[in-house]
């Protein structure tokens, strides 16, 4: 079974602009979720999806926002882009059961 | 979720056994105890879960204490691959927190030849 896909793997960004990340969940897992690792805040969860309605959401701003599509996969879209949001963006996804979350390798966004 | 502690660094050679404690002395009934690890710069990586029973898999066995307050990974025989920062995280499997994991700063681990 394949793993947990994320892209794009490296992105370069302006200040103000936006950028949106994609992930593809194992094969039958229907949550998805997002966090944000940082060296400073370390890893943050962002948000949850399962079945294309947000379940669950972190501590972030609206400029952070998601979305799952019927086949579960998901895209993540942060607007706006400031410094800080420079970071390792990783998806996860779990079955239904919600037992085990399994990580991507990440994208990792710096912003200019 | 209740909150767990870690030692912030630790040091085992190449072929010993590697034994990582966890204080979790507010954990519920119903919250189990997660292990990950994260290699330099990949995603984490899954490694085992218990509730109340030690448990054992390919990677590593938990020992979770009688009364729960504290558990211990043990990597059997330490490689240089298990170089990496080991987070242990309590965790209730309820319907609004399937996705999340909220973690420590972690142990880093550093395996020595």
């Known amino acids: 079974k394949a793993g947990v896909t994320q892209t794009p793997r490296y992105l370069i960004k302006t200040r103000g602009q936006q950028v949106t990340l994609s992930c593809s969940p194992i094969?039958?897992?229907?949550?998805v979720s997002w966090y944000q690792q940082t060296p400073g805040q370390g890893l943050q969860f962002l948000f949850e999806?399962?079945?294309?309605?947000?379940?669950n959401k972190g501590n972030f701003p609206g400029r952070f926002s998601g979305r799952q599509f019927s086949n579960s996969r998901s895209e993540m879209n942060v607007s706006t882009l400031e410094l800080g949001d420079s970071a390792l963006y990783l998806c996860?996804?779990?079955?239904?059961?919600?037992?085990?979350?399994?990580f991507g390798e990440g994208s990792w966004l710096t912003v200019v | 979720d209740a909150k767990t502690t870690q030692p912030p660094s630790m040091d085992c050679a190449e072929g010993r056994a590697a034994n990582l404690p966890c204080n979790h002395s507010?954990?519920?009934?119903?919250?189990?105890v997660y292990w990950y690890r994260q290699i330099h710069s990949q995603g984490p990586q899954y490694i085992i879960h218990?509730?109340?029973n030690n448990e054992t898999n390919e990677m590593a066995s938990l020992i979770i204490t009688e009364d729960r307050k504290s558990s211990t990974l043990i990597l059997p025989h330490a490689t240089l691959r298990d170089t990496a920062v080991y987070y242990c995280?309590?965790?209730?499997?309820?319907?609004?927190?399937?996705?999340?994991?909220?973690f420590g700063a972690g142990t880093q681990v550093v395996v020595t030849p």
């Open positions: 094969s039958g897992h229907r949550s």
């Open positions: 218990g509730l109340k």
């Open positions: 995280i309590v965790r209730r499997l309820t319907t609004d927190s399937w996705g999340k994991l909220q």
């Open positions: 996860a996804s779990s079955e239904t059961s919600g037992n085990t979350i399994y």
């Open positions: 999806y399962f079945s294309e309605t947000q379940r």
């Open positions: 507010t954990i519920s009934g119903n919250e189990y």
